[in-house]
């Protein structure tokens, strides 16, 4: 009954509203951004697609996790930035509008990537009889989870500008608690060994978190890129969209053991994001 109502019923309630919410903050002229600064959003996405999951693969290697883990932290991996990450990103002085053009970009790329990297990951780490590919229907079902609700909020916010921005705070609000509510339970779900689980992903979550939120800053500061948008390519790829990789668990994959990353980097990634922000602001 915990699972069907996490899965059924909270999980696309929940990420509808996440992602509606996404879609408010957005028109098309963030699309069109790309043209403004195509180095910072190449760098950004090319970093998230391509640098991320190897690391990830490297870290759930290096410390030997449970197959069912590893896959978690790399579906983790390629999920896309959370809308979280734009609000950081303000806080820390980041280039906010760099954020929200990566999170739409990431959010519409990752229907793909999250597919091939999932698949391919189950296939490298678990038994060849446990490879499960992804069907068609459940990749659209993603897609629609994603694009969908995406798509309303910037029609509403087209059509009806001043009642989007009269929405966009209740929606944040409710989005953060139907976030802590996606963690509890999903945790609650795995409560017999989550202790241990933590244990076990704790620190490679960890590590993950402070990798994508290293390599997010230096990586463009070394490849000349401002510093307002170092730190917004650095939250972006910090702050992952952990309600959608839990779903993807869930309700695509059925293993709600692989939900245990997801949770915990949940917890992390807001803790170290905070950090980091103060850091990179140490010396202006």
Wanted: proline letters at 4%.
């Amino acid at each position: 009954m915990q699972a069907s109502f996490l899965s059924v019923v909270l999980m696309p309630i929940a990420l509808a509203i996440i992602m509606t919410g996404l879609g408010l903050s957005l028109t098309i002229a963030d699309f069109k951004r790309v043209y403004e600064y195509p180095k910072a959003v190449i760098v950004g996405l090319g970093t998230q697609m391509i640098l991320l999951p190897l690391i990830c693969y490297f870290i759930a290697t290096g410390l030997h996790l449970p197959a069912e883990l590893a896959v978690g932290l790399m579906l983790l991996a390629a999920a896309p930035g959370g809308p979280s990450a734009n609000l950081y990103s303000h806080i820390a002085k980041g280039d906010v509008a760099l954020n929200v053009t990566l999170t739409a970009l990431n959010s519409i790329l990752s229907v793909i990537s999250i597919a091939f990297i999932v698949n391919l990951s189950m296939k490298l780490l678990m038994q060849q009889d446990a490879y499960v590919p992804l069907q068609f229907s459940k990749v659209l079902e993603v897609c629609l989870i994603v694009i969908l609700p995406v798509s309303v909020g910037m029609l509403i916010r087209k059509k009806a500008p001043e009642f989007a921005a009269r929405l966009e705070s209740p929606v944040k609000i409710l989005s953060a608690i139907f976030l802590a509510l996606i963690i509890v339970l999903a945790g609650w779900k795995e409560r017999d060994h989550l202790v241990a689980d933590i244990q076990t992903v704790g620190l490679a979550c960890l590590l993950f978190n402070v990798a994508c939120l290293s390599i997010g800053y230096f990586l463009p500061r070394l490849l000349n890129l401002e510093k307002k948008q170092a730190i917004a390519i650095g939250m972006e790829i910090g702050i992952h969209n952990g309600s959608l990789a839990i779903f993807i668990a869930l309700n695509v994959i059925g293993n709600g053991t692989m939900t245990i990353p997801a949770v915990v980097y949940s917890i992390v990634m807001f803790i170290t994001a905070a950090i980091f922000g103060w850091l990179v602001n140490l010396r202006n």
